[in-house]
């Protein structure tokens, strides 16, 4: 049985932590706000965007003709998996939820006899896969060395696959993130933003087809407004994710500390009774000893 003085050091190092889990708590919810805010302000963009390439593409008239960046090659051998996770931990199950659908995903490919190269944006994404896929991360790209996630950077990170994609380094890229939806949910996404258009392009000019918009004529052609909208439209999706994550990244933190918080609150009252009955108890033998002792003299 625990002493009275380990009993009272645990008190008082359970009280210390609840005090740290507390303040980070605030800390969090107060980023939250701002992130949040972010995060929802470039959603309409992103979507009009993405309108916007999907429109262009159901127009191209001669599909085979179109950049490979557009259409997608014919042989997908090399596939390019981007993910976004954040630097920093004690955030619950935020990063494990991303990676645990990067790895799902790695591992499809890899018993398709696909070559997978992985790009980890964020270190606790480096730290899930290097054990089992280290080999297949050819960079790393920190995030905490940013005062803040902006436009600028989204570019670098864009500019960096579309040159790989010059260079033939791969043939398809996805990015993995997480979906903000609220403080205490997020939704682990995989979207592929090289090429345009999915695997299946008869799919897509189908659901075009359904779609009850106006009729444009693109002056150039389609096939050259595509060139100058695909680049741009890799680093918006990048530059959403980012803020996606760092949403979710606050919002699952804020939620972590709070139930922290609450279980060392429940610990503290634990240990708190387990002291007073032990206090108690050594009070009552000290008294029987002391009667005990009177009587026998």
Not at 20 to 34: E, N, W
Request: hydrophobic content about 40%; some cysteine.
């Amino acid at each position: 049985m625990a002493s009275l003085k380990d009993l009272r050091d645990r008190i008082s190092s359970v009280q210390s932590t609840k005090k740290i889990t507390s303040a980070m708590k605030l800390v969090a919810g107060a980023r939250l706000k701002k992130a949040q805010t972010e995060a929802e302000s470039s959603r309409p963009y992103t979507k009009r965007m993405q309108q916007i390439m999907d429109n262009i593409t159901s127009n191209v008239k001669n599909i085979e003709n179109a950049p490979e960046i557009i259409k997608g090659k014919e042989n997908s051998k090399t596939h390019l998996i981007v993910l976004m996770t954040s630097d920093r931990g004690l955030c619950g199950g935020f990063n494990t939820a991303i990676t645990k659908l990067a790895k799902n995903k790695i591992k499809k490919l890899l018993a398709s006899n696909k070559i997978v190269k992985i790009i980890c944006v964020g270190k606790k994404g480096l730290d899930h896969l290097k054990r089992e896929f280290n080999e297949l991360i050819i960079d790393s790209i920190p995030i905490s060395t940013k005062k803040k996630i902006d436009y600028e950077f989204a570019t670098k990170i864009s500019n960096k696959i579309l040159l790989m994609y010059e260079n033939e380094e791969f043939d398809i890229a996805h990015i993995i993130f997480s979906l903000f939806k609220s403080a205490i949910k997020q939704e682990a996404q995989l979207k592929q933003i090289i090429p345009v258009l999915d695997d299946n392009v008869e799919n897509i000019s189908k659901k075009d087809e359904n779609k009850d918009g106006a009729i444009y004529e693109y002056e150039p052609e389609e096939e050259e407004v595509l060139k100058n909208l695909v680049p741009q439209n890799v680093a918006i999706q990048i530059f959403s994710g980012l803020l996606e994550n760092a949403a979710g990244e606050q919002g699952a933190r804020m939620t972590a500390m709070d139930s922290a918080t609450r279980n060392a609150g429940e610990l503290i009252d634990t240990l708190t009774l387990n002291y007073n009955r032990s206090r108690q108890a050594q009070i009552t033998k000290e008294l029987i000893e002391v009667i005990s002792g009177a009587e026998a003299v």
